[in-house]
């Protein structure tokens, strides 16, 4: 069964939340990507346009700031308490590869090294866990 993906936007560059397309731009956005399409989406009403090899969603009728967008399929918490945030693609891409091999071979505990130097342990298809390289000093 494939993932479902949805599309995202960041509307702040230098916070962590992450907000979703509307059902029915993210369903165009992911046509476009799949068809290969490089001329902008207009989305929201038409009043951004997405370009999806930049992964930027910009106003068309004022400037204002470019946002970035993503392709989301998996998501972690940055804190307990936290929002729940998109992996970067290139992350979601490896995450569902390992998931897929999981469950064809049926053989779990996998622990998946990521670059940041966190990793996930995929203990069966219902417990995936995410372990943060701790930068504290709790000696």
């Given amino acids: 069964e494939d993932v479902l993906i949805h ?5 702040k560059a230098d ?3 992450w907000k979703p397309f509307g059902v029915d731009d993210s369903f165009l ?11 902008p989406i207009p989305v929201c009403g038409t009043r951004y346009d997405v370009y999806i090899r930049e992964r930027l969603k910009k106003s068309v009728y004022w400037s204002g700031q470019e946002m970035e967008i993503r392709r989301c399929s998996w998501f972690h918490k940055l804190s307990p308490e936290g929002r729940w945030v998109p992996y970067e ?6 995450l569902e590869s390992e998931f897929k091999s999981a469950q064809r071979s049926g053989s779990w505990q996998r622990k998946i090294a990521l670059e940041s130097g966190d990793w996930i342990m995929m203990h069966s ?15």
């Fill in 15 to 17: 916070a962590e939340v």
């Fill in 89 to 94: 693609e290139s992350v979601a891409a490896k």
């Fill in 125 to 139: 298809p219902e417990v995936i866990m995410h372990f943060p390289t701790s930068s504290a000093n709790h000696g």
């Fill in 29 to 39: 956005i992911e046509a476009a990507h799949q068809s290969g399409e490089s001329s």
């Fill in 7 to 11: 599309w995202f936007f960041k509307p």
